[in-house]
């Protein structure tokens, strides 16, 4: 039976009965740097050889739908998803940011799909708040030392979500970089 973990001052993390102390900031860098090099394998060895065969329009769009998901950030506006230490300030700035990226990304793909001639335009855009967006997240939470306090299913989204958000963004940015050669008008997503 695992042993029952108890909270001690933020400031030195977690302790088990046992003594052994996790500091959160140590776990999250674990946790994080693990899940980028599993997408990064994922997307190099699968997905890039299977989306540089298809035309840049077609390739966008399952890139673009690991963003429109990015509601599940908004959760950590929702009352009792995060400790009361997490600062107000924080949980608004993550939350909108990423609901209005997710909703940058399904005009994206509505524009790629209806074959929009402004379509790669949305995407940048969509690409660009993204990317602020995410960075400044991480910032933030540095500044206000988040992971000292209780993040609840947040604490996943960071940990294993937030990855697969650097990799779809930097193969978006890839996808953008890359001629366009299509010459058919396939439906799109």
């Known amino acids: 039976m695992a042993?029952?973990?108890?909270?001690?001052?933020?400031?030195?993390?977690?302790?088990?009965?046992?003594?052994m102390a996790t500091e959160p900031t140590v776990l999250f860098g674990i946790q994080f740097t693990l899940s980028l090099a599993a997408y990064s394998l994922i997307a190099f060895w699968y997905v890039v050889p299977r989306l540089s065969k298809l035309p840049r329009e077609l390739a966008l769009a399952p890139l673009l739908w690991v963003h429109a998901f990015r509601v599940v950030g908004g959760t950590i506006l929702a009352p009792g998803a995060v400790g009361s230490g997490v600062p107000m300030e924080f949980r608004r700035m993550v939350g909108y940011g990423d609901l209005a990226t997710a909703l940058l990304a399904?005009?994206?793909?509505?524009?790629?799909?209806a074959h929009l001639a402004r379509a790669i335009a949305f995407v940048w855009v969509c690409l660009t708040v993204g990317m602020l967006d995410t960075i400044n997240a991480i910032i933030q939470s540095i500044r206000?030392?988040?992971?000292?306090?209780?993040?609840?299913?947040?604490?996943?989204?960071?940990?294993?979500?937030?990855?697969?958000?650097?990799?779809?963004?930097?193969?978006?940015?890839m996808q953008l970089l890359r001629p366009d050669h299509s010459t058919t008008r396939a439906p799109v997503g």
Do not use: C, H, K, Q
Not at 4 to 17: A, F, H, M, N
Not at 106 to 113: G, S
């Open 3 to 19: 042993p029952e973990l108890t909270t001690t001052e933020p400031s030195l993390g977690y302790r088990d009965p046992g003594g």
């Open 144 to 173: 206000f030392s988040v992971f000292n306090d209780p993040l609840g299913v947040n604490w996943v989204i960071v940990t294993v979500y937030v990855p697969a958000l650097l990799v779809s963004s930097l193969l978006i940015f």
């Open 106 to 113: 399904l005009l994206a793909l509505i524009a790629l799909r």
